[in-house]
DNA sequence: TGTACATCAGTGAACGCGCGTTCACTGATGTAC
DNA sequence: TGTACATCAGTGAACGCGCGTTCACTGATGTAC
C-alpha cells in the first residue's frame, strides 16, 4: 500500500519518464479512496498528489478523463482478481465457492466505496467524444460477471441450482449490484444485515436442500 | 410541466417572495434533468435558469445543499406518488399489482435517471455538519419501500408467495435498486432485457402457480 | 385624499479562489566525435 | 579521455474562467397619519 507522499520528489532516470504515468494514476487512486469523493479529484490535486507540478501530467494523459480511464482499467483488473482469487482459494463445492465469490464482491464495494462508484456510474463517466465508447466500459465488467456465470454453471452441474447460468448471472450481478452500491453510498444501511445471504440463494435459484 | 424560461422574470407581488422558493427548487430539477449531470447544478447556473441574480438566492436557501435537500425531498414524494398511483390503478389481484409497482419504479429511474441518482446516492450526499442527518435521508426512502412491502403482504395473504414481507421487501428493493441503478448510468445495457421481470419473482418468493 | 415613510423583492459590481491550460524555461544525463 | 551537444523529465509564471459570497443599492408597493 503506497504511503501519501506530499515529499520532494526525485525525477525519474533517463528513459523511464514512464513511470509517472503510474504514479499519476496511483496518486488519483488515493485520493479517491481517501475522500471518498470523485469531486477532490483535478489535475491540480492528482499532481499535488504526486508531488510534481501540474503541466508534468500533459506529457502522460491529455486530460483528466483520460487519467480516469485508465484508473477504472485498473480497478476493474483489481476486482475481477479480487474475485478469481475468492473462487481458487474456497474449498467445499460449487454452493461455498458461490457464496465465497459474493462475499468478495460485496467486501471490494465496502473496501473500496468510492472506487466501487466510480467503476458502475460514480460521477465519472466516459464521454461520447472521446476514444472509449460507452460499448468499451460495458465490456469491462464482463470478465467478473464471467465468473459469477461459472460459478452457477458449476452449481447447475452439481444439481445443486436450477439457474440457466447465462442470464441469471446478470440478475445476480443487479442484485449483489444493489446492494454493493447502497452500502458504497450511505453509511446507514437499514435492511437486515444477512439481506445478501437471502438474496443469493433466490437468484441464484439454488435448490432448498442446497443452501447451507 | 414547467417551461424553460431564461426569460425576463416579473417580480412577485409583495408577501408572496416565497414563490421564488419554489422557482429555485424547479430551476434546479429542470437543470438535473435536461442535463443529466448534477455537476451542472451551481449557484450561478441555477439562478440564470430562474431568471434571477446569483444572490438573490440567499434570501431563501444558505447553500446549495440547502436546494439539493429540497429536491431530494420533492422528488421522494413523487416517487411514492408515483409507486401508489400504480398500485391504485392496477386490477388483477396482489401479483399484477406486485409487478406494477416494480414497473413504476423502474419506470421512474428511467425517465428521470439523474434524479434517480440524487436520490440513491449521486454526486450530492447530505453533510454530516449540516442539519440533515444521514438518518434522516435514510427514513426518506421508507414510505416507497412500504408500499412495496403491503404488496408482498397482499401477496402473502392471498397465499401466493411465501416471502417474510417486512425483510423481502428490502431484498426485493435493492434487486430493483441494482437494475434501476444500473439502466440510470449506462445507457447500454446488455443484460436481457426481461432481466427484472425473472428477479422479481424470484425474490418475492412467488409460488412457481403464481407467476403470470 | 395626499404624502412621507417603511418594507419588501430583488439587483449589480466586486472580491478571492481553484481550476485547466499555455508558454518559455531549466538542469541533469546520455551520446557523438 | 575530453567536450560539445541533444535529449529528456520535468518546472514556474501567467492567462482567463466560473464559482461562492459580500456589499451597498434600487425601485415598486403598501401603510400611517
Redesign the interface.
Known amino acids: 500500500m503506497a504511503t501519501s507522499s506530499t515529499a520532494a520528489r526525485t525525477r525519474n532516470p533517463r528513459g523511464e519518464g514512464g513511470r509517472l504515468r503510474d504514479e499519476i494514476v496511483g496518486a488519483a487512486q488515493q485520493l479517491l479512496d481517501e475522500t471518498g469523493d470523485?469531486?477532490a479529484l483535478s489535475l491540480r490535486s492528482i499532481a499535488r498528489r504526486a508531488g510534481i507540478s501540474a503541466p508534468s501530467i500533459y506529457a502522460h494523459f491529455t486530460d483528466l478523463p483520460a487519467i480516469m480511464l485508465e484508473l477504472v482499467l485498473r480497478a476493474f483488473d483489481d476486482l475481477e482478481e479480487t474475485l478469481r482469487a475468492a473462487t481458487e482459494s474456497t474449498p467445499g463445492g460449487p454452493v461455498p465457492r458461490l457464496n465465497a465469490v459474493c462475499a468478495a464482491y460485496l467486501r471490494f464495494a465496502q473496501d473500496y466505496p468510492e472506487r466501487y462508484?466510480t467503476l458502475?456510474?460514480?460521477?465519472w463517466?466516459p464521454t461520447t467524444d472521446g476514444s472509449v465508447t460507452?460499448?468499451d466500459?460495458?465490456t469491462l465488467g464482463?470478465a467478473s460477471l464471467q465468473i459469477l456465470s461459472d460459478a452457477l454453471t458449476d452449481c447447475v452441474a452439481a444439481d445443486l441450482s436450477d439457474a440457466d447460468p447465462e442470464?441469471?448471472a446478470?440478475?445476480l450481478?443487479?442484485?449483489?449490484?444493489?446492494?454493493a452500491?447502497?452500502k458504497?453510498?450511505?453509511?446507514?444501511?437499514?435492511?437486515?444485515d444477512d439481506?445478501a445471504d437471502?438474496?443469493i440463494p433466490?437468484?441464484a435459484?439454488l435448490r432448498p436442500a442446497a443452501a447451507d
Chains 1, 2 share one sequence.
Open positions: 470523485a469531486r462508484r458502475f456510474g460514480g460521477q463517466r460507452e460499448q466500459l460495458a464482463l442470464t441469471d446478470w440478475g450481478w443487479l442484485g449483489l449490484h444493489g446492494v452500491h447502497q458504497a453510498v450511505s453509511r446507514v444501511f437499514p435492511a437486515p439481506i437471502r438474496m433466490m437468484l435459484r
